[in-house]
C-alpha cells in the first residue's frame, strides 16, 4: 500500500537543511568579502602610489614616506583576503585608510579633502560581515565620529605646501575616489546579496538533482493559488503526475548513476515540452507534477500524448541505447472548489492505474 498523500496545511520539507544553510551563508560571506575585499584593496593600492608622487612634488617628505608604507599594507591586505583572512584584511584597511586619513587631514588641513576616505571605510566595516552586527555598527559609527572630529580639529589648519592654487582640484579628486571606493563597496554588497537571494530561493524552491521545481514549492504556490481562486474564481489548472516506467530495473540493472540521469533527461525534456505558464515539479523519485495553468480538456491531451510519444525519443543516454524510456500518466482537472489535495490524489489514482494497464498511457480522473 502507497503511503497517504501529506495535507497541504501539514506538509513539511523534510530534509534537514539547517547545516546546509549554515554552510551556504558561510560560502556567500566569504564570496561577499572577497569581492569587496580585492576591488578596495587594489584601488587602494593605486590611490597611495599616485600619492607617493603628488606628495614628492609638494615637497612633503613625510607624507611620500608613509605612502609607501601604506601601499604596502594594501598589498599585504590584497594577499591576505587571497588567503582567506577576510577579517585581518578588513582591519589592515580600516586602520591604514584611518592613519592616513587623520595624517593628511593633520598637516594639510580640510582644503584637500582627504578625510573623505573614511565614509568609505564605514561602509566597508557595515557590510562585510568580518565582526558582529553590534560590533560592525559600533566601530563604523565611530569611524564617522572621527571624520566629524577631523572637521572640526583641522578646521583652521592652512594649507603652506607647494602649489596651493591645486587644492581645489585635489579636493575634487579626492571627493572622485573617495565616493568611487563607496560605490564599489555598495555594489559589490548589492551583487553579492542578490546571487545569495538567488541562491537560496533555488534552494528552498528547486530540486538538487533535476533543476525542476519541488514539492515544497509546489504546495506553497497552491496555497496562495487556492485563495486566489476564492476570490477571484477565476484561476483553472489540470494537474498531471507522471511516473518514469520500470525505473526500478534501469537502476538494479544499470546503477543508480544511469538513473539519476534518465531522471535528468525526462526533466529537461517536460520543462521544453510544456508551456511558459506551466510548472513542472519533481514530485518525488521517478514521479513528476505537471501544472497545466488554463486550458482546455482537449488541448492538455494534446498536449500530454505528444510528451507521452515522444520521450521515448528524447532520453538519450549512455547505457541506454537499447532501452525504450516511457511515461505513466495521470490527469485530472481541478474541479470548483476542490482542494489542491483531493485533485492530486485523484491524479496519483489515475497515475497508478495506468502502470496497472500496461504503463506507457494516459488515464484521466473522474
Given amino acids: 500500500m502507497r503511503p497517504p498523500l501529506p495535507n497541504l496545511e501539514t506538509e513539511r520539507n523534510q530534509t534537514p537543511l539547517d547545516s546546509s544553510f549554515a554552510i551556504l551563508h558561510s560560502d556567500h560571506k566569504n564570496n561577499r568579502l572577497y569581492s569587496i575585499l580585492k576591488k578596495v584593496c587594489f584601488l587602494g593600492a593605486v590611490i597611495h602610489i599616485l600619492f607617493i608622487f603628488f606628495f614628492l612634488s609638494i615637497g612633503s617628505l613625510w607624507l ?91 578646521k583652521d589648519i592652512t594649507y603652506q605646501y607647494a602649489f596651493p592654487a591645486i587644492t581645489d582640484v585635489v579636493l575634487l579628486t579626492n571627493t572622485i575616489l573617495a565616493a568611487l571606493g563607496f560605490v564599489i563597496v555598495m555594489m559589490s554588497s548589492q551583487d553579492n546579496n542578490t546571487k545569495k537571494e538567488k541562491r537560496l530561493y533555488e534552494i528552498a524552491n528547486k530540486d538538487g538533482l533535476t533543476g525542476a521545481f519541488n514539492r515544497q514549492f509546489v504546495y506553497q504556490l497552491m496555497k496562495q493559488t487556492f485563495s486566489e481562486r476564492r476570490n477571484l474564481r477565476s484561476l483553472d489548472y489540470t494537474l498531471v503526475l507522471t511516473d518514469i516506467d520500470n525505473f526500478k530495473e534501469i537502476n538494479e540493472s544499470m546503477g543508480h548513476i544511469v538513473g539519476d540521469e534518465v531522471i535528468k533527461a525526462v526533466s ?36 500530454i500524448e505528444k510528451i507521452r510519444k515522444n520521450i521515448r525519443y528524447q532520453i538519450i543516454t549512455e547505457g541506454l541505447s537499447d532501452r525504450v524510456t516511457t511515461l505513466s500518466f495521470g490527469v485530472a482537472k481541478a474541479k470548483d472548489d476542490e482542494k489542491f489535495e483531493d485533485t492530486i490524489k485523484r491524479a496519483d489514482l489515475s497515475m497508478y492505474k495506468a502502470k496497472k494497464l500496461g504503463k506507457d498511457r494516459i488515464i484521466n480522473a473522474q
Fill in 64 to 154: 611620500s614616506v608613509l605612502n609607501i608604507f601604506s601601499v604596502i599594507i594594501w598589498l599585504i591586505a590584497m594577499y591576505q583576503n587571497q588567503s582567506g583572512r577576510y577579517i585581518l584584511a578588513t582591519l589592515m584597511a580600516t586602520i591604514e585608510t584611518i592613519v592616513h586619513a587623520a595624517l593628511a587631514t593633520h598637516f594639510l588641513g580640510l582644503s584637500m579633502g582627504f578625510h573623505y576616505f573614511l565614509w568609505p571605510v564605514a561602509l566597508l566595516i557595515m557590510v562585510s560581515n568580518s565582526f558582529s552586527t553590534k560590533k560592525s555598527m559600533l566601530m563604523g559609527f565611530s569611524v564617522i565620529l572621527l571624520y566629524g572630529a577631523l572637521s572640526v580639529y583641522a
Fill in 268 to 303: 529537461t525534456y517536460l520543462v521544453t515540452a510544456v508551456r511558459e505558464t506551466d510548472i513542472v515539479a519533481r514530485w518525488g523519485g521517478e514521479q513528476f507534477l505537471i501544472i497545466l495553468m488554463n486550458i482546455e480538456p482537449d488541448n492538455s491531451q494534446i498536449l
